[in-house]
């Protein structure tokens, strides 16, 4: 039963690490440099095969993790705001 447990958290742990935006700067087929490209993906594979479904023969220059699921702030409304007293 310990050993259960133990490899189902590893396992949701590895998910909720490797879930997010992933930050793209890649060289287009035809030379143009794109970046800050924004991908959603559950894992850099997934994000990386959207990149290449969009940008055919692209060449990946970085990436980085820019936010992770589990690193959400929950959503503000409105009325939760104060304006700054004068």
């Known amino acids: 039963m310990m050993l259960l447990r133990q490899?189902?958290?590893g396992v949701t742990l590895k998910m909720m690490d490797m879930s997010g935006k992933y930050?793209?700067?890649?060289r287009s087929a035809n030379g143009v440099l794109v970046?800050?490209?924004?991908?959603?993906?559950?894992?850099?594979?997934?994000?990386?095969a959207k990149i290449r479904q969009m940008y055919w023969r692209c060449e990946i220059l970085s990436c980085s993790l820019v936010a992770d699921l589990s690193a959400r702030a929950p959503n503000l409304k409105m009325q939760w705001?104060?304006?700054n007293a004068a």
Do not use: C, M
């Open 23 to 26: 930050l793209y700067t890649i």
């Open 35 to 48: 970046e800050n490209l924004q991908i959603f993906g559950k894992s850099r594979n997934e994000a990386d």
């Open 81 to 83: 705001l104060r304006p």
């Open 7 to 9: 490899t189902n958290i």
